[in-house]
């Protein structure tokens, strides 16, 4: 059993910053792209940022500039750090991750974390 367990939501005024976590645990074997995605009211799903396990990282045009992702690879853990945040990034932050488990070393599959809802407003 695997799992994607994002933290560090909340409520910041606008110009604040928030740091999500993703922690993922189970059975795994080895963990390769990794990204967050964000989902507001009334709309879909949508890119916010993608790392791999190298580290190379892509950005949606959105947060370039104030979003970082990183990772530790060693810890099996994701972070967004989110800086001069706006009202529009406020949804819900989900956790993705490309990944093998022991038991099915050879076939990877795509894991999701429950959320974690981010508001921005003063």
């Known amino acids: 059993q695997v799992q994607l367990v994002e933290s560090g939501g909340g409520l910041v005024q606008p110009g604040g910053s928030l740091r999500l976590s993703c922690a993922a645990s189970g059975s795994i074997f080895r963990i390769y792209a990794m990204g967050w995605f964000r989902q507001a009211p009334g709309k879909q799903r949508e890119l916010v940022a993608t790392?791999?396990?190298?580290?190379?990282?892509n950005y949606a045009d959105s947060v370039s500039g104030r979003f970082t992702i990183s990772r530790d690879n060693a810890n099996d853990t994701l972070y967004l750090q989110m800086n001069s945040l706006k009202p529009e990034d406020t949804a819900v932050y989900y956790c993705n991750a490309d990944l093998t488990t022991v038991r099915a070393m050879g076939i990877p599959a795509n894991y999701w974390g429950q959320g974690t809802q981010v508001t921005v407003s003063s």
């Open positions: 790392i791999t396990s190298g580290g190379t990282t």
